[in-house]
């Protein structure tokens, strides 16, 4: 069993001052109708408005900015064909530092040119011919790279904490925090960030009911994997938790729930009409949870975590351009 | 001649003392994209995130929130179907007022469901059978209640400048304001709030290319008046400006431009894509005509008020959602 590098709120505060002046500090916004829909004082932390359009951002440039010397030279390399892609290109860019993002081969044109517009390489494989771990592997062990996975790494965790502590520190005491989850590196970070800033938050992680991986782990005490979900919240497609951010969430969170692609339109909708923002799938999962749970939310004061916005718009246009007014 | 009561920036002080806790204080974004493009540093003040969507809140609020007790037993009639309607049924419903909206029969039935939502009474008429001033009047005579019109009016063009004086007050002094123009009430204001807080701002108008009345005006001299304009950017479709801020725009503002409905669509996707926004068309006006200026504001520091992002979602697909990626 290896040892694992278990972030805290003190590593989450030093994130926040790695990425200060570098990462936005994204707007709280408030809604009367959605204080008016679940009777409680909601605030939402937009990390739809974050660089790159996704809180992803904020772990990387926090994992990188911590790379030594000889880290640095080499660079580093990322599996991604989403917003960890965009986020470790643009990070690296930033900090002078050479990266590589491995891509599949059928990823969207307009992700590869994104990423590539950030300053990374981007490198493509077949992915039903390649092994994208042993092409990872062999350019770290040939160009001495470091790998930055998208979730289940202590740096990115305590990145993506940071965004639930500016949420706190801006608003003050929060009753309850919902928090989208794939991996679940924002919710193990919001729930370090939570936990030390308000200790009576109760903390829940939203996935898709389509791919409940993390409310099965959490039940079972256990990392459940599960084939890749149909579902249109393609940044919560994951397969299953990280051994880092695992343990945090099962200590920290108070459940997990899931929201249906229907609930997650309906959400994309509202947030379009009433807070006039592009809120990809993934990014409304939190808030498609907390409709839910009108009666248990009544009078509290509760955060939402708007994880990204990065949604093509000609399918954002499908989505919710047709429905009911 | 009638002698106008000509607001100062005391008044906006003022004003901005009146909505505060009221009115959203809107969060101030930035784009790594717009400043690559225009070779500046832009600041975009965002009403597009302010009550009821627009700007119209503020000089609402502060116009209902100047009245005496008998006003305020009488209540508020406005004439509008767009922002106007929405900002003064809410600050009205805030303020504890009675609020008569009047609005033509051909009004879009979810303007009007909104406007009803925000606690006004609808009144329609017959637009080609029907004076929409002499129903005004006659509610005036009957009822007492005061007309609050859309922006000729000293206390709305004040409560308007308190979005410019919070945008420099935030990020410090400009160098280049631009600001949407219909009737002038945001544009007054803004000037008033810039031309005391940074006396080195050029101060901005922009409007749409087919009705370019204030362009005309503001070049001639005297108020220019139009036939209702065939543009995308529904509020800016004002026949001419106001005897209110006419003198204002004609002594502080710089210059006044404008732009075309396909420079609108090209900004509403910008914002959509690269900063995650949905901006209704009049919106944009001041970035579409920043656009044009990359050589002249090259290095400067340059404000943009976003006015509002009241669209149908339909319409907003249809317009955005068809084009490049």
Redesign the interface.
Known sequence: MTTLRVPTYEDVVAAAARIDGHA?RT?V??S?TADAELGARVFFKCE??Q?I?AFKFRGAYNALARFDERQRRAGVVAFSSGNHAQAISLAATLLGLPAVIVMPHDAPA?KVAATKGYGATVVVYDRYREDREAIGKKLAEERGMTLIPPYDHPDVIAGQGTAAKELIEEVGALDALFVCLGGGGLLAGSALAARALAPACKIFGVEPEAGNDGQQSFRSGRIVSIETPRTIADGAQTLHLGEHTFPIIRSEVADIFTATDAELVAAM?FF??R?????EPTGTLGFAAARRMRVELAGQRVGILISG?NI???R???L????P?
Chains 1, 2 share one sequence.
């Open positions: 936005h707007p916004l408030t009367r739809n408005f660089r359009g307009a909708r379009a009409e807070m006039k923002m592009i809120v916005g093509d718009l000609s954002f246009a499908e919710v351009g047709a429905g007014g």
